[in-house]
């Protein structure tokens, strides 16, 4: 399905649904679909998460590596989190170097990983000024079936809540669990027949518009916004999605509690 | 964002570092038509931020797969030039730039008449010769001037322009060590006249009451900044810069 | 192959270190149509290896200059996950993921009735997900089975398995260990219902004597996967996993 | 503007006009386009400089990097000249890797500085055999209006002339302006019209043939030389063309004089 | 010739020429053609050969580099056996980077190599844990006539018998012959007209099916296999092939072992 | 150019340190038509240089945008084997074997008849077996060579040939010392017949007085060596080498 063909059809039968209130898959305006977590399902990663989020199949990796720190911050560890949207998730996906949409994923998930504070640098030192740790995520997508930024968020999370620090393998210690202490969600909305809705499908997403992401912490502030796509939204649009999210967002979280630990 | 409290930023009296006030933007300067073989250009100089974008097009959309049949497909490039900040830049494009490209991309998408040229393709190079903070919101304010004095046609100009936090208090417009130092920042893209948002990130720890009062000083700066994008075309029209 | 007889792979009893019999192969399981989106989508585990395969296709075969006038192409990605193993691996192709994708690819299109789809593509997509030891043969008993999900017509279903030496004795089905310090190792593509080999590496040391029943070994490993593919098939066709 | 299209029409305007020594935008044959020069303009470049040349707009930057040095040249610095030639600057150029114009580019303005001798690798020793500088001048095409090469190679020498050494910044001692001993530069003669002429411009360079670009010094003597393009020459049209470069490298030494320091 | 276009008529012919036991060029089922070997013609490679093999032309050298060793074979010098397959060879070929033909070809003559145990690694130490050698084997195809692999794998074990460890170059001792205890010779059989014949010819290969290559020791063993290309085989045609490869093995032993010292 | 009069390169008689005279070449062997499968092929050993080219077409030339209408493109790459200098050279192209293989084919494309082909390609293939110094001249005068063999009309041979400067004085064809520490270096591509320049490179210090010296030495290099190019393509012709 390439991008060439702007599904016009599509669209006009999601606004017509809109305008009754209704989606194309039968939820409400700010209903999710089924999601299953697995956590610590793959052998090689020292911490790991499997997602299926509707027709989403998602799974993020933690490997730690040793590194040389910073100069400007001898003691203190590093965090990388990277995607790959892979031809393996969608027949629209082409091989070859990473895609901006690829990038993207990554980056954002990044963000709300790291600037909500959940890992301290500083545990991830060594010896300062000589080793500390770099904590590797990567997100694997297998099957796009639609919002790709929220599953590849919780998949992160989750997998960086169940990772251990393989201090032995590298002689550097015993193995310890990662300390995360705090669990950023994400949630991401998209105009769909012309409204926010939460949690759009492969279809919403073909037949919609703009893309609004946000990252909340523990305590409800926000740790990262993106919006992406074409289309504009409106202040008042913000506030309104804002409170679902944080709806969202706790259930999220304990969801996730539920699973690690 | 960087630390958190352990870098002053505010002076005694809660003024910033450079003098401004809370809600107060470096000065703006910008320019249209400032490149001769461009199809539209401009220039900005932001603080000490100075970006120049070209605008080619509409042409037709090559290789064919790229293209819409119902729209122009916006062809954006942000590009830092090698010289552009402290420690030289290595050439070519990094994952940093590819996505401000994609989301910049998209914000112009929404205000472009893009359904006006089906199957084309506009070009826009943003190119930046300085960086201090922003750059990215500097890129969206030219480009939207570029466009303008290529005579594209669009709903509104498109405002890039920026909030964030340092010491807990909500600031406009981050300066180099605001941005290093301080707990949030939110980049938007604003259309003036009909209040619409089509650019936003952010990253760092923002409250919902810290949002509202960042969303309005982003509004503020931008009608600011909109008078200086207008100013600068009706110069242009009226034989202004041409170099 | 690394050492030779530097490191102890068998029991006194003339087992293994993991208690298989010489010609014993790891436990294997087989689950088709596993992801939503793909045309045809299978998974296995083999002892610790994982892979899961999406087939997608047949299409039109694009750029042009790829298509064949008399039959579809095989488009084949061996892909490890970064976290597949031990040190992490960085993400692309390497040399030796575009080897294994190439001699796969081509075994494939040895089964595949390719002369059916003529100018146009089946893309196969094999991700590994934990990687233990023999993953390419992992990737084509995998692949076979997402391409019978998707129903593409082949000639038989396609299995891979491997034989090697270890302490001068031949095996069935290497382990991690046994890859690493053994002597010799040769994963073979095999068909069991005619007895075609449509896939054969080699690299170690072997005598002609032990060739013969390292092949040997193979077919029967062979015949036992063979079973669980046609199995996975038909538990997905009576309305098993789809995910 | 591709190069598919062989401007057979401007071809024939053009020898047209050679025949009455005439030039399509009024020009002398030997005469120069209008130019500015300013030098300093970037504020985070060590050394810069844009010049308006024409239509071409050109700006070059200076950089300075910590090395370790060579092994056969242990109290030697280096010197390192890329120009990038990015869709920004025509309709006709593509995004992608440096194109072979700009590698050529690029490495001909190196050329004619290095070979010069203007600057004294001795003189970017820090501590031998540990630490050298390398200087870095990226030349940034932002409008190709024709003749590049002079364009280019006049930005990078002013930018060179007001380059400042960041001793501090790198924590290596004070700051102190980069020593340029000699000021090289560069002229290019095109054939259009079947006569070579000066400074050609964009359509000039799209219905004329083979390019030659001469870099003198200050004494007159030759630097570097390099024949681009289709076409040949002769040893006597070389003669002639090398008598006036001799006069506008003078006048362009001048002009860069008239700006540093 | 591209590979859109399958050769039906030609496939038809070697077909029929297959009924009656014929071969395209004349050649008997087994039957090589002719060759020529020369060693050491390579004025900067430390070891060099060149094969002529039909219409096919090979040139393989070898170079030496210091590397520091790997942490779990400190006493261990390393080998690197790459090949390309670049638009001088053929027609066929595009340039860009390494296709997979150009990466199969070297992996393959590497394991080949390699797995012979024809090189002692322990020989390439020059200070343990600190300096040994790595040797590349670059193999450079400039003609492709057919039969690649053969001829790319004598060049290689021919220009390894040849070479010389450049010590004196590089500081550390005397220049010294690189030992090479062994010879392992690959032989490749292709199916042309329904049946495997050794020694494929190019237009064999256009219109023929799967390759299988087989690499063997100077006791007989075997030391790598590759089957390549789209096709099937029985075990009893393998058997068959294994013996007939023997036999050329000890005659193309016998050709460089006639060559080297 | 490296040293400036810090090493020896002349002796006390004014010969080289090999020997030769001021206005001698190293030794110059030619070869046409040594390449089974190309349409057309040299070798061309000069000093210790050792070049190859093989030359295919005129054909289709593809992809359509590199056609141009009124001529043929001529498609030439130059390539250093990775065993061609005294360190290896990793494989693929480097900024300065794209710009020799750029002002080569500008070269070429002076003498070709390209008119005679519009919208096809002719494929240039240099490879440098052997480096000493001046591998793009030898290069030259190899593709030459190997146009001809193909039986590409050319209004002239092409030969590559260059001249110097060491300790002050005008000398032709640098060796690799003179090459390491000489004062100046000019390759030029010379068509004998019509004393026509086609390609010119330089860099170092030379007057106007050097610079005529080293021309006319360039031009009596080019008349030996042009003597060699024929004789090779009538050897070639009169049934001489073909591989």
New interface residues.
């Given amino acids: 399905m390439s991008t060439q063909t702007v599904p016009q059809l599509l669209r006009q039968q999601l606004a017509i649904l809109a305008e009754s209130d209704q989606r194309i898959d039968g939820r409400g305006r700010w209903e999710m679909r089924e999601i299953d977590l697995e956590v610590g399902c793959l052998y090689n990663a020292e911490g790991s998460a499997k997602v299926t989020w509707g027709d989403t199949v998602i799974y993020a990796g933690v490997k730690f590596e040793i590194r040389t720190p910073y100069d400007d911050r001898p003691a203190q560890g590093s965090l990388m989190c990277g995607s790959e949207l892979r031809p393996v998730a969608h027949r629209k996906y082409d091989p070859g170097p990473p895609s901006p949409e690829s990038i993207e994923l990554g980056r954002v998930v990044d963000r709300g990983i790291r600037e909500s504070g959940c890992i301290d640098m500083a545990n991830l030192c060594i010896v300062p000024g000589e080793k500390v740790w770099m904590v590797v995520i990567d997100i694997h997508v297998l099957s796009d079936g639609g919002n790709l930024f929220d599953a590849a968020g919780l998949a992160a999370i989750a997998a960086l809540r169940n990772a251990t620090v393989p201090a032995a393998r590298f002689d550097v210690g015993e193995d310890y669990q990662l300390p995360v202490s705090l669990t950023p969600i994400m949630t991401t909305f998209t105009r769909v027949g012309g409204r926010l809705v939460y949690d759009a499908n492969e279809e919403e997403e073909l037949g919609g518009d703009e893309r609004v992401s946000v990252t909340l912490g523990d305590t409800g502030a926000m740790h990262s916004m993106q919006k992406g796509l074409k289309g504009t939204f409106t202040p008042p649009e913000l506030a309104e999605i804002l409170d679902v999210a944080a709806e969202h967002c706790k259930n999220l979280r304990e969801l996730v509690d539920s699973k690690v630990n | ?1 960087g630390g958190y409290g352990d870098v002053k930023l505010l002076n005694d009296d809660g003024s910033r570092l450079d003098g401004r006030a809370i809600d107060e933007m470096r000065p703006v300067e910008i320019r249209a038509g400032v ?5 539209g250009s401009a220039y900005v100089k932001h603080g ?1 931020n ?1 970006a ?1 974008v ?1 605008v ?1 097009g509409p ?1 037709e959309a090559h290789p064919r ?1 790229i ?5 122009a497909v916006l062809d954006v ?1 942000y ?1 830092m ?8 830049i290595r ?2 494009f990094n ?2 730039s ?2 401000i ?3 910049t991309a ?2 112009l ?2 205000v472009v008449l893009v359904e006006r040229y089906p199957r084309s393709k506009i ?1 826009v ?1 943003i ?1 930046i ?4 903070a922003g750059t990215r919101c500097v890129g969206i304010t030219a480009a939207a001037v570029a466009l303008a004095d290529a005579g594209i046609p669009m709903r509104d100009l498109l405002v890039g322009v920026a909030a964030g936090k340092v010491e807990d208090t909500v600031v406009l417009d981050l300066d180099k060590a605001e941005d290093n130092y301080g707990q949030a920042d ?1 980049p938007m893209g604003i ?1 003036p006249a ?15 009451d810290e ?2 009062t960042a ?1 309005e000083y982003c509004f503020k700066g931008a009608a600011d900044i909109y008078e200086l994008q207008k100013a600068a075309l009706k110069d242009r029209y009226n034989g202004g810069d041409s ?1």
Same sequence: chains 1, 4, 5.
């Fill in positions: 964002m490149l001769p073989v461009a199809d000490l100075e120049i070209a080619y042409m797969r293209q819409l049949q119902d729209q490039r590009n030039a090698p010289f552009s900040t402290s420690d030289r050439p070519g994952r940093r590819r996505e490209s994609k989301v998209e914000a998408s929404s070009r190079e190119e010769l300085s960086a201090e939110l259309m009909t209040g619409e948002i089509a650019f936003m990130q952010m990253d760092g720890d923002l409250s919902m949002l509202n969303v170099q």
